[in-house]
């Protein structure tokens, strides 16, 4: 497979979140985790912590300016003026990572214009790593592919079916998706798989789940990096109230309830 043209900030953030997701995956099941509560009744432990912190570095080698969740709080007044900013969240699934569990993810992506045009995610447990955007399309390899050689192209169109693949989180509404006309109605069943973080979107990517409904808040760094993978294979997410992308880099960080189809 010839390696795909990436220009090199893109390649700086496959290399950081690969980078990341082995240093979370040294605290994995260990007994060195220390884990404090946010006000918003969030665990944060030392791996988000250090993971936020090598990101935030090696980002900024690119010179554009990074948001994390788990770096300093930046006005609106400030993130206004940037046309382009990375949206990273360290450690995608922390409640998933403390509870011994794999689903949980490194997220990177890159917004211009309120829009994400590369996104990377990286699965630390089982080394998996997608990237790509709308302008080239989206790959996966793993984290032991640093160059990214064999870097595999996800198809964009996945093969037919009568059994419609919703994934979900522990609070999704199996009703919420069913309520949108954005979902066309030509399924014999519905299989619903609930699975935690951004992981989610790897599952689409790959083909093996059709609809990503959500009816629960979340932020910014929890669909930025996937969004722009899934814009890399002829899919986006949209908001259930009008049909229209998400748009980042807002003033108000959460996500309003979307479907990714």
């Known amino acids: 497979m010839r390696k795909p043209e990436i220009p090199e900030e893109y390649q700086i953030a496959i290399r950081a979140a690969v980078q990341a997701a082995k240093l979370v995956l040294g605290y994995f099941r260990t007994n060195q985790l220390e884990t404090e509560w946010k006000a918003d009744e969030s665990p944060v432990t030392i791996a988000d912590l250090e993971s936020s912190l090598l990101l935030t570095n090696e980002l900024q080698k690119t010179g554009i300016p990074v948001l994390s969740e788990e770096g300093r709080e930046i006005s609106y007044k400030e993130r206004r003026k940037w046309n382009e900013l990375w949206i990273v969240d360290p450690l995608d699934g922390t409640k998933e990572f403390i509870a011994g569990r794999k689903n949980f993810a490194i997220n990177v992506a890159l917004i211009s214009e309120s829009r994400p045009i590369f996104g990377v995610i990286v699965i630390p447990v089982t080394g998996e790593v997608f990237f790509g955007g709308?302008?080239?399309?989206?790959?996966?390899?793993?984290?032991?592919?640093?160059?990214?050689?064999?870097?595999?192209?996800?198809?964009?169109?996945?093969?037919?079916?009568?059994?419609?693949?919703?994934?979900?989180?522990?609070?999704?509404?199996?009703?919420?998706?069913?309520?949108?006309?954005?979902?066309?109605?030509?399924?014999?069943?519905?299989?619903?798989?609930?699975?935690?973080?951004?992981?989610?979107?790897?599952?689409?990517?790959?083909?093996?789940?059709?609809?990503?409904?959500?009816?629960?808040?979340?932020?910014?760094?929890?669909?930025?990096?996937?969004?722009?993978?899934?814009?890399?294979?002829?899919?986006?997410?949209?908001?259930?109230?009008?049909?229209?992308?998400?748009?980042y880099n807002k003033e108000d960080l959460y996500v309003p309830y979307f479907i990714s189809c």
């Open 134 to 247: 709308a302008e080239f399309g989206s790959y996966s390899t793993t984290t032991e592919d640093i160059l990214l050689e064999h870097s595999v192209k996800l198809p964009t169109e996945n093969t037919p079916r009568k059994v419609l693949v919703v994934a979900g989180g522990k609070s999704t509404s199996k009703d919420f998706f069913e309520e949108t006309e954005l979902v066309e109605k030509k399924y014999d069943s519905i299989e619903f798989r609930k699975v935690a973080s951004s992981v989610k979107f790897c599952l689409m990517a790959k083909g093996q789940v059709d609809i990503y409904p959500r009816d629960y808040p979340c932020m910014e760094w929890d669909t930025a990096s996937g969004h722009a993978i899934l814009q890399g294979i002829g899919k986006d997410i949209y908001r259930k109230e009008t049909g229209k992308p998400l748009q």
